[in-house]
């Protein structure tokens, strides 16, 4: 764990063609987990105990394939209920504040929930009420020096399905974290 700290620390990045050392605000180093795992990890781990809306099928996946499926790859046929957080950007914006000032940084993600079976759209919308309600509680103050979660709204997608029995939607989820330059 200190190697790898050591090695995140030494990484460096360039702004304005300036080479810096960063570290997130209030933290001694820069991320030891990259924000979309962050991301899936916080998810996976406030998940209910007794599975979305109580529901025994929307369970954290057990060692046996049974319930929700985390993951950052994409869609597995094979599973029925899924969640998948995709990166889709990261922006940096200069903060004026102290010496050094700070940057303000806006990781972009996109969560994806599947569904699929005869009861795909009731499942879909446990699913969608269960990641709003952990991000709701988290929105402010996460571990590790994020400082604010935002979710838009679950979109529904059409999925080309000849059977019919798949639900897809997606939300937008914005973490924002404040870095410096040592």
Known sequence: MLALA??????RDS???????WHVVGQESDFNTDPNIHLLNLLRNRWSING????????????????????????????WYQIIVKPLSRNMSKVTL??????????HHIIHIFAKGRSARDKIWKLEKEVERIIAESMVDMQDGIQLVLLEDFRRLPVEDPAGDVEHSIANVVLRYYKVST
Not at 6 to 11: G, M, Y
Not at 15 to 21: N, R
Not at 52 to 76: C, I, Q, S, Y
Not at 98 to 107: A, H, I, L, T, V
């Open 15 to 21: 702004i304005d063609g300036e080479s810096m050392v």
């Open 52 to 79: 979305a809306d109580n529901d025994p099928d929307l369970k954290v996946m057990n060692t046996h394939g049974h319930g929700v499926r985390f993951a950052t790859d994409w869609f597995n046929a094979r599973v």
């Open 6 to 11: 050591v090695q995140i620390e030494k990484k």
């Open 98 to 107: 102290g010496s050094k000032g700070y940057f303000e940084c806006r990781s």
